[in-house]
């Protein structure tokens, strides 16, 4: 079987920035840690895949309407919303206390679409919407798929594609039991905690927490990483290219690391506002180093977010593809 869009994944790195003063940024791949690169706000709420989850706790950072970076922790209650108290303006950060049973989600309150899954076409990586969902590929793209009723209730996935044709949507992970016809679903944004592949406790977004300089200030250079696996257990991804999908700011550039999987840093003692030694960042496409990501491989990508003094604050996304060719 080929490789698929749930085979590739986003994780963290070993050292991630939380400010202008953490050192020595990158490192080795992180599968406990997620990149995120969507935004959200308004209400949310905490819920399991797993009726048993009620002892973890997970601990959200956002910031609220008056621009405050604050912090709200709940506890699990299985497959029951847990709703937080907070009014989000932008979710900086979710962290899980420890393993679960089931996939964990913190999504909002309010969906962006509820339905019936169509009859056919829900494979053991896709989930068919109602007739009437978006038009619009790629619409509910880095949003939660929650089964509310029916077939698979109570599942929760990551939405990774979809097509506004078809109303099929690509899911992170295989079901445990495929939707049908009777299946209700809920789609919403907020973080998700996938259980497999591997376990993530912690979910971010790029530039967690960045800033302008003050006006009259210099202009700022901001450096984050993150890396793209190829999850696959046996296929190599070949011809694999790293390409910028959307940056809708057209704020950040990009550069690969020299080789694949790179576990180096921005270098001993310096922070965020540091490049990496060696690279070119810009928004050309980049062929993986030597080809390839063979079957657990992965490639680090470094981010370049540049901020003009005074800049005032700003919601928006970014969205790098891994792509490439596979034989089965």
């Known amino acids: 079987m080929a490789i698929l869009l749930s085979d590739l994944k986003s994780y963290g790195v070993a050292t991630e920035a939380d400010d202008d003063s953490v050192t020595q940024i990158g490192g ?11 935004d959200y706000a308004g209400n949310l709420q905490l819920i399991s895949s797993a009726a048993g989850d009620t002892a973890p706790t997970v601990t959200v950072t ?3 309407a008056a621009g405050s970076k ?10 029951s919303p847990v709703a937080f108290a907070a009014t989000v303006e932008r979710l900086l950060k979710a962290v899980k206390s420890g393993s679960t049973t089931g996939d ?31 038009p619009v590929n790629d619409a509910y793209l880095g949003m939660i798929v929650r089964i509310t009723a029916g077939t698979g209730n109570g599942q929760i996935r990551e939405i ?13 992970h295989p079901w445990a039991t495929n939707p049908d016809g009777s299946s209700e679903f809920r789609i919403a944004k907020g973080f998700f905690f996938e259980k497999s592949p591997a376990e993530v406790l912690q979910v971010r977004r790029i530039f967690f927490d960045a800033g302008a300089n003050p006006g009259g200030g210099a202009e700022k250079k901001i450096y984050d990483c993150l890396c793209l696996k190829n999850a696959h257990a046996s296929l190599a991804l070949t011809s694999a290219v790293v390409k910028e999908f959307a940056d809708p700011s057209t704020l950040i550039a990009f550069a690969l690391a020299t080789a694949v ?12 506002l540091v490049a990496p030694a060696g690279l070119t960042f810009d928004s050309a496409d980049k062929a993986v180093p030597g080809g390839q990501l063979a079957a657990g491989d992965y490639i680090k990508v470094w981010l370049e977010l540049t901020l003009a003094a005074g800049a005032a604050a700003l919601k928006s996304s970014y969205t790098p593809a891994l792509q490439g060719n596979t034989v089965a």
Not at 28 to 38: M, S
């Open 28 to 38: 080795a791949i992180d599968t406990q840690k997620k990149k995120v690169f969507t």
């Open 62 to 64: 956002y910031r609220n």
């Open 70 to 79: 604050l912090t709200e922790t709940k506890t699990l209650n299985g497959q």
């Open 104 to 134: 964990v989600a913190v999504e909002a309150s309010v969906a962006e679409r509820t339905g019936t899954c169509q009859a056919s076409g829900n494979g053991n990586v896709a989930i068919a919407l109602d007739a009437g969902a978006s």
């Open 160 to 172: 990774y594609g979809y097509d506004g044709t078809t109303k099929i949507a690509t899911v992170n």
């Open 261 to 272: 999987n790179d576990a180096g840093t921005n270098g001993a003692g310096n922070t965020r």
